[in-house]
């Protein structure tokens, strides 16, 4: 019998490849059909192992959740970017590799950014996701999250429309 360690812990250095390689494969199976296959090939390609590495060096809040040694999925949050909205915190992105998806790591990576903020003064949080996106505008809703707020993203000639889901302490 053997046992497989679940960890959650900070991005280092030495993770930016294969932490690219999870967001390759995140983001295709998150946005495909959703955002145009060119500009879906953008947004994953600008985010190769220099990108994630340079991330990791300035010290943004880049958590990881391990399954035994590989990355089942990420979450990177900070300050609030929208000053619109009355909320101290936010959850920039949270992936999961496929196959770890609809099993609890959302949840547990979602708690720990969710206290991480809280206990870094910041009141409340937000996060965006695409209408169209059912499994992120789902889970979000599952969490407790309420629509605050909506928005449009352009992606090259396509717009699609985007909510903010929020919390407070």
Known sequence: MSTVLIDIRRARAE??????????????????????GPELEKLVTRRGPSWWDAAIRRGSRISLLMFGD??????????????????GGEV????LRPEYQGIGFGR???????????QAGHSGLVVWALTDNDPAVNFYRSMGGRAVARSTERFGQKVLDKVAFAWMR
């Not at 590989?70 to 909320?87: D, F, H, M, Q």
């Not at 920039?92 to 992936?95: G, P, S, T």
């Open 70 to 87: 590989e990355i089942a999925g990420y979450t990177n949050y900070g300050r609030n970017r929208a000053k619109s909205l009355p909320y």
């Open 108 to 118: 547990k990576l979602f708690a720990m950014a969710k206290r991480d903020l809280t």
């Open 92 to 95: 920039y992105e949270l992936y």
């Open 15 to 36: 993770d930016a490849v294969p932490l690219a390689e999870a967001h390759d494969e995140a983001w295709r199976t998150a946005y495909l059909g959703l955002i145009p």
